[in-house]
Structures are given as structure tokens and as C-alpha cells.
């Protein structure tokens, strides 16, 4: 049971479906090395439409993300919308923020029964934020793209990725959040997949200081912060509850009390979530990976129906036991809350189970290897960095 009483092992909370890997943007970042054309192979809408029956089957309010590549470089992303809501399922999606994001398409999701628009935003400014998208014009593209989606009464989460590029420009894009009135700021700790692999990222101790300077933001801001592969977070806000003498075991996330961590529209903030344990990602051909920074397949869904490969398949099953975890994260304290980033470890070692490299913490009594033992990213302790640095 993971945080929020979501029995993970019979279903994630967050279940994204990459409708296509095409998209406009030439991302640094980017974790499908996305391409300009649609693939032949791709899921067909009446496919698509089964996947989303068997998605159903995991229950009531199941949260499904349309991603990509752009999602909107198919013409039945509002038919798949329409019919995953009158399926009980709630529909969003994350579209590039190019200008095939226009109003009318905005109004026809928003028609269609989309519960929330994720756009990104890796800069405060135009500069900075189209240098990293590879597209001039994003930025003007991706804040009108918002403005449309409020008028049409869409809630907005913005997601932002962490790495030395971007680090020092997180607190102007914070103040921006405030501005624009997103709900849910989504930090995305880079893991060294697709183009992702050039970008530098931050070293662990950098890590651990942004995501406490997180807690602070996640107290003070009216939206909420969660974290995507950096679970650690969820370690770093309880040691800093305890550092403060508050009761680390909240019904919410730390540092907020129970109704904030549940006001979200139905759709609740976690950290405690790990690929494949509380997390799955269906590929634009239909394979199912833990996570899609975690590409290693546990089947298809032409094959098989999603709920039974995240149910059964070895690999998620492997995912969802924390004390199969080896390393310092095996010996962790606190794997049971946080487990670390599966997608790191496995891109850094080839084994989802090992140890997460951007975490410093080392558990009391651990003397087994150290995740940075041969890496350039070892914590330096007379070091404290801070964000904006």
C-alpha cells in the first residue's frame, strides 16, 4: 500500500499512454528521441480504444495521461478522450507546446471531458526556455496555450525538468507558476534516456537541496509540487518534518495537511510512486514498460490487456517488492516510502533493482558499495549548495 492507501499492486496510479513519438520540437531532453513523422506501427484509434477498456478494468477514476512526442499530431485524440471519460477514466494529456495547441483544440479536449493540460516549462524566460525546446517561440506558444486552457475552464499542471541547464532558473519559474495559476508543478529529475543522455545533470547533494528548497515551496505556494523519478523527496520532506518535531506519518504529503493533499480535483498529488510500482507507460507501439525512461518491455497490449501485464508480469512484480531493491537502497530506511528512481538505476547499471546514483543519503550501518564508487557524481559534505545557484 503506498501512499494515499492506493493498493499499487493491483493498480498505478498513473498510467501514460504515448500516442505517438512525432512532435515538432527537437527537445534536449527529450525521452523518445522524437522523430518528425508518425510511426506505421502506431496504436490505431479502435486499438487505442481497447487499450483503454483494459485500462478501465483497473477501476473507477483511473488516471490516464495522453502523451508523446506531440499528442496532437493525431486527429482522434478528442474521439479517445471522449471515449476514455464515458468510461469512468480520467482523461489528460501533455501536448507540445507548438501552435498545433490552438483554442479550438484546447475547447474540443476540454469538450470532450479532459480533466487537466500538462504543458512544460523549462525556462522563465523566452531565451532560456526555447534554447532548451529547440523551437523559438515555444515560450509565447506554451503560456498563450494556458491562458486557452483556463478560459476553457481546464486546470493546469506545468512539468519542468531538473538538470545543471535549468536548475538556477527554478525559482523565476516558480513565481511564473504563481502567475499563470497552475495546479500542480511536476519536477522532472533528469535520467540520462533518449537526448536526455548529453544534458548534464545535477550531482546528488544539488538534489537533495532542491528538493528541500521544494518543501519550502510545497508550504508556501497555493499549487501543489510533486516529483517525477526523484522519490527521495519524499525522504528529504519527512527527515525535514522530523528535524521540525511534527509526525513524519501524514495521511497527505509531508508538509501539507490532509484536505490541501486531497483538494486536487480527484487527481491526488504522489512521490511515493516508483516505476512500476504505482506507474506505467504504453509505448506508441503498444509495448509496456515500467516507466517510459525505463524502457525494458513486459509485454504488449495487442497481446495482452494492461492490467494483466502491470498486475502479473514479472518485471513490475520484481518492481512493487522494496526489499528486492540491492544496494544502499536495499539496506534504505526508507525504500518502503521513497525506493528510489528505478530508471536511473537501471540506466546507469542495467538493473532497475540497484541503487539510485542521485540520491546521497546512506543508510546507518550501510557499508556495501556506493552507487557513485566509480562516478564523477560523488556528494562533496563541505558543499551546500542552493537553488538559483
Not at 493540460?117 to 524566460?125: E, F, K, R, Y
Not at 510545497?218 to 519524499?234: C, L, S, V
Request: net charge negative.
Amino acid at each position: 500500500m503506498r501512499p494515499g492507501n492506493l493498493d499499487t499492486s493491483d493498480r498505478p496510479f498513473v498510467l501514460i499512454w504515448e500516442l505517438s513519438q512525432a512532435c515538432e520540437l527537437a527537445c534536449d531532453h527529450c525521452r523518445a528521441d522524437a522523430q518528425s513523422q508518425r510511426h506505421p506501427d502506431e496504436l490505431t484509434t479502435e486499438e487505442g480504444k481497447r487499450l483503454l477498456e483494459d485500462a478501465a478494468e483497473f477501476g473507477e477514476g483511473q488516471l490516464v495521461v495522453l502523451s508523446g512526442g506531440d499528442p496532437l499530431v493525431r486527429d482522434d485524440v478528442e474521439e479517445l478522450v471522449a471515449y476514455g471519460d464515458d468510461l469512468g477514466l480520467r482523461m489528460t494529456i501533455t501536448p507540445s507546446g507548438t501552435h498545433s495547441l490552438t483554442a479550438e483544440r484546447i475547447e474540443a479536449l476540454a469538450d470532450a471531458g479532459l480533466r487537466r493540460m500538462a504543458v512544460s516549462l523549462d525556462g522563465a524566460t523566452p531565451e532560456s526556455h526555447d534554447d532548451f525546446r529547440g523551437e523559438d517561440g515555444s515560450f509565447e506558444e506554451t503560456i498563450r496555450a494556458v491562458e486557452q486552457a483556463r478560459e476553457a475552464g481546464l486546470p493546469v499542471q506545468v512539468n519542468t525538468t531538473v538538470c545543471r541547464q535549468t536548475v538556477g532558473d527554478l525559482p523565476e519559474i516558480r513565481d511564473l507558476l504563481t502567475e499563470i495559476g497552475a495546479v500542480l508543478w511536476s519536477v522532472f529529475f533528469l535520467v540520462p534516456v533518449g537526448r536526455g543522455r548529453i544534458l548534464e545533470p545535477i550531482d546528488p547533494d544539488e538534489a537533495d537541496a532542491v528538493m528541500a528548497w521544494l518543501d519550502e515551496v510545497n508550504r508556501e505556494e497555493p499549487f501543489g509540487i510533486k516529483t517525477t523519478e526523484a522519490p527521495h523527496y519524499r525522504r528529504v520532506a519527512l527527515q525535514r518534518d522530523r528535524d521540525r518535531g511534527r509526525d513524519a506519518e501524514t495521511d497527505g504529503e509531508p508538509g501539507r495537511s490532509s484536505r490541501e493533499s486531497n483538494a486536487d480535483d480527484g487527481i491526488q498529488r504522489r512521490t511515493g510512486i516508483i516505476a512500476g510500482d504505482g506507474f506505467a507507460f504504453v509505448s506508441h507501439t503498444g509495448e509496456v514498460y515500467p516507466s517510459g525512461f525505463l524502457p525494458e518491455s513486459a509485454g504488449n497490449v495487442r497481446e495482452r490487456p494492461v492490467h494483466d501485464i502491470y498486475r502479473n508480469a514479472p518485471l513490475f512484480e520484481s518492481l512493487r517488492d522494496r526489499d528486492r531493491l540491492e544496494g544502499k537502497c536495499g539496506a534504505c530506511e526508507f525504500r518502503h516510502v521513497c525506493g528510489g528512481s528505478r530508471s536511473r538505476a537501471y540506466a546507469h547499471t542495467g538493473n532497475p533493482l540497484e541503487s539510485d546514483p542521485l540520491c546521497p543519503h546512506i543508510p546507518e550501518g550501510y557499508d556495501g558499495p556506493l552507487p557513485w564508487d566509480d562516478e564523477d557524481a560523488a556528494p562533496d559534505p563541505d558543499v551546500t549548495p542552493s537553488v538559483g545557484d
